[in-house]
């Protein structure tokens, strides 16, 4: 049983919002691919700094805004930890993935691209690793090309080295699709880029929540991800950057925090991170996010990934048994996402009376409408597991599956 790779019950009892019911039944919440649910630690690290510690950061010689100081400075440390980054200079506070990869675009990508220069993104990838890039096209004109992938939802790293030249720039890809679960070897993608002298942006928003990320592994440029997806607040994330190039690269915005010393002729920029950090910080976001981190590193980040492939490859056996079901993205690797569609039914509908059943799942395009133009599908519905789940959950997910089709069909 999944359940004895980790101590469930004792993981599941930090969730305090999974004891309601919703519509007259036990919550099964399988949205964690939106947004995660939050366990007590986090919530708890954020009552007690509003409580206790609230004090903006930075300024203050008193001592609370040095102890407020300290703790966000401590969940930086935390983060390059958890990234295993070299150093926190390399550790950016952003708002999430979204404005991680816009950060890059603006600042990295205004600075080092040209007309005729090369992005290339995968298929697979969701619209805030596609949208930014399109944005400098249309303003400067680099070309932004696509890795497509196959119906399993594969890229090839073939097709990958045919399609990088001397014009490739940048490879953005993202290591966990949300949208079909699949993940990219990234490593060996980096290195493919990087042997034409390109760089690598890896969106990790999927990732980070499923399995432990080594940056210095992946060897990646940079890398984004969002604290709410991974059992922290929303509104927090993290911009992991080479300190090479952030020393190099033009702040965002600008603002307080982010300078050493302003006249009206002449502004010189503060040291790594805060020069990418204007203005007052989400310091209680950050303080969550400490814990979010910290929460699943006392459950293991192997224990968690190993714990929901099993749970992943129930929730798939039990989905194909029923007729009608077809799972979209059957990529040999992949984590805790399952995305499918039931033939002759719109996916609105059906998590429409999922609901009914007390269970949250996605029906939409997934932020990744060009995932849905490839599987010719015009949304899926999609159970994104966490360590919160079990196989209860996915029994009522295929029993409500069964109801819907029952009274749909
Ligand atoms: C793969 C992927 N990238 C980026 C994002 C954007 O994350 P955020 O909305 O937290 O900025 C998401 C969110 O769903 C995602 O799944």
């Given at each position: 049983?999944?359940?004895?790779?980790?101590?469930?019950?004792?993981?599941?009892?930090?969730?305090?919002?999974?004891?309601?019911?919703?519509?007259?039944?036990?919550?099964?919440?399988?949205?964690?691919?939106?947004?995660?649910?939050?366990?007590?630690?986090?919530?708890?690290?954020?009552?007690?700094?509003?409580?206790?510690?609230?004090?903006?950061?930075?300024?203050?010689?008193?001592?609370?805004?040095?102890?407020?100081?300290?703790?966000?400075?401590?969940?930086?440390?935390?983060?390059?930890?958890?990234?295993?980054?070299?150093?926190?200079?390399?550790?950016?506070?952003?708002?999430?993935?979204?404005?991680?990869?816009?950060?890059?675009?603006?600042?990295?990508?205004r600075?080092?691209?040209?007309?005729?220069?090369?992005?290339?993104?995968?298929?697979?990838?969701?619209?805030?690793?596609?949208?930014?890039?399109?944005?400098?096209r249309?303003?400067?004109?680099?070309?932004?090309?696509?890795?497509?992938?196959?119906?399993?939802?594969?890229?090839?790293m073939?097709?990958?080295?045919?399609?990088?030249?001397?014009?490739?720039?940048?490879?953005?890809?993202?290591?966990?699709?949300?949208?079909?679960?699949?993940?990219?070897?990234?490593?060996e993608?980096?290195?493919?880029?990087?042997?034409?002298?390109?760089k690598?942006?890896?969106?990790?928003?999927?990732?980070?929540?499923?399995?432990?990320?080594?940056?210095?592994?992946?060897?990646?440029?940079?890398?984004?991800?969002?604290?709410h997806?991974?059992?922290?607040?929303?509104?927090?994330?993290?911009?992991?950057?080479?300190?090479?190039?952030?020393?190099?690269?033009?702040?965002y915005q600008?603002?307080?925090?982010?300078?050493?010393?302003?006249?009206?002729?002449?502004?010189?920029?503060?040291?790594?991170?805060?020069?990418?950090?204007a203005?007052?910080?989400?310091?209680?976001?950050?303080?969550?996010?400490?814990?979010?981190?910290?929460?699943?590193?006392?459950?293991?980040?192997?224990?968690?990934?190993?714990?929901?492939?099993?749970?992943?490859?129930?929730?798939?056996?039990?989905?194909?048994?029923?007729?009608?079901?077809?799972?979209?993205?059957?990529?040999?690797?992949?984590?805790?996402?399952?995305?499918?569609v039931?033939?002759?039914?719109?996916?609105h509908?059906?998590?429409?009376?999922?609901?009914?059943?007390?269970?949250?799942?996605?029906?939409?395009?997934?932020?990744?409408?060009?995932?849905?133009?490839?599987?010719?599908?015009?949304?899926?519905?999609?159970?994104s597991?966490?360590?919160?789940?079990?196989?209860?959950?996915?029994?009522?997910?295929?029993?409500?599956?069964?109801?819907?089709?029952?009274?749909?069909?």
């Amino acid at each position: 049983m999944a359940e004895t790779l980790l101590d469930f019950s004792q993981v599941r009892a930090q969730f305090p919002i999974l004891e309601q019911t919703e519509n007259g039944h036990p919550l099964v919440y399988l949205d964690g691919g939106a947004t995660s649910q939050k366990p007590l630690q986090v919530i708890e690290a954020i009552d007690t700094y509003y409580r206790k510690q609230n004090a903006n950061v930075h300024r203050g010689v008193y001592g609370l805004s040095e102890r407020a100081t300290e703790l966000y400075e401590g969940a930086r440390e935390i983060s390059r930890g958890f990234l295993n980054a070299r150093s926190t200079k390399e550790i950016v506070f952003v708002r999430g993935t979204t404005e991680a990869i816009n950060l890059v675009a603006h600042s990295w990508g205004r600075m080092n691209l040209q007309a005729g220069d090369e992005v290339i993104v995968t298929e697979m990838e969701h619209h805030s690793n596609i949208v930014p890039w399109q944005l400098l096209r249309d303003q400067l004109g680099i070309r932004l090309t696509v890795l497509r992938m196959n119906d399993l939802g594969e890229v090839c790293m073939n097709a990958l080295k045919g399609l990088v030249s001397e014009k490739t720039k940048l490879l953005a890809v993202t290591h966990m699709s949300n949208a079909l679960g699949t993940i990219n070897p990234v490593k060996e993608m980096a290195e493919i880029a990087h042997s034409v002298g390109a760089k690598v942006l890896v969106d990790g928003a999927q990732a980070t929540p499923h399995m432990q990320v080594d940056v210095q592994d992946l060897d990646c440029d940079f890398y984004a991800l969002s604290g709410h997806k991974m059992y922290g607040p929303t509104g927090i994330g993290v911009l992991y950057a080479k300190e090479a190039l952030l020393e190099v690269m033009p702040p965002y915005q600008g603002g307080g925090d982010m300078i050493y010393s302003v006249t009206f002729e002449k502004t010189e920029y503060n040291v790594l991170p805060y020069k990418f950090e204007a203005g007052t910080p989400n310091i209680a976001g950050a303080i969550g996010l400490g814990a979010a981190m910290q929460f699943m590193q006392s459950i293991g980040l192997d224990r968690i990934a190993a714990y929901e492939a099993e749970l992943l490859a129930y929730a798939t056996e039990r989905l194909k048994e029923i007729e009608g079901v077809r799972i979209i993205g059957e990529a040999e690797n992949k984590g805790g996402v399952i995305s499918f569609v039931l033939e002759g039914v719109h996916p609105h509908d059906m998590a429409t009376l999922m609901d009914q059943d007390g269970l949250a799942v996605r029906a939409s395009h997934h932020c990744a409408m060009p995932v849905m133009q490839h599987f010719k599908v015009p949304a899926t519905i999609r159970a994104s597991l966490g360590v919160y789940n079990n196989r209860e959950d996915i029994d009522r997910l295929v029993a409500s599956i069964l109801d819907a089709k029952e009274m749909l069909l």
